[in-house]
């Protein structure tokens, strides 16, 4: 395990399709990693569509293609944690949201 990687996505665009039957109905977001430490997102499907953020995010690898992504949105303070498998092109969030646990699974996609 490296606690300290380099995500072999920094500089593209990534669309996280975390499916239909999720709180924020079908939840899409576009996920940016514009460096090795700053991440911005927006989200293009759901409840909260148009919502855009900017933050700063570390990120650990667990193999070859497998990834754990952190970071704390800086408006509301959720707390979001991401399994990102660039191998399998699957992705499974965790956030902790207004104080509400919510796990989310789906597909992983390259756009950009």
Known sequence: MDGN?????????????LGPDTPL???????????????????????I???KQTMEYTTTRLRDGLYVVRWTEPDA??????????TE??????SV??????QLHGKWTRVR
């Open 97 to 102: 949201i207004g104080g509400e646990f919510v």
């Open 5 to 17: 990687a380099t995500l072999p996505s920094v500089g593209q665009t990534w669309l996280a399709d």
């Open 49 to 51: 569509k148009g919502r």
């Open 77 to 86: 303070g959720d707390h979001v944690t991401h399994i990102e498998d660039y």
């Open 89 to 94: 092109g699957t992705c499974m969030a965790s």
């Open 25 to 47: 109905g079908h939840f899409t977001v576009e996920i940016t990693f514009d460096s090795a430490t700053q991440v911005s997102f927006e989200v293009t499907g759901g409840a």
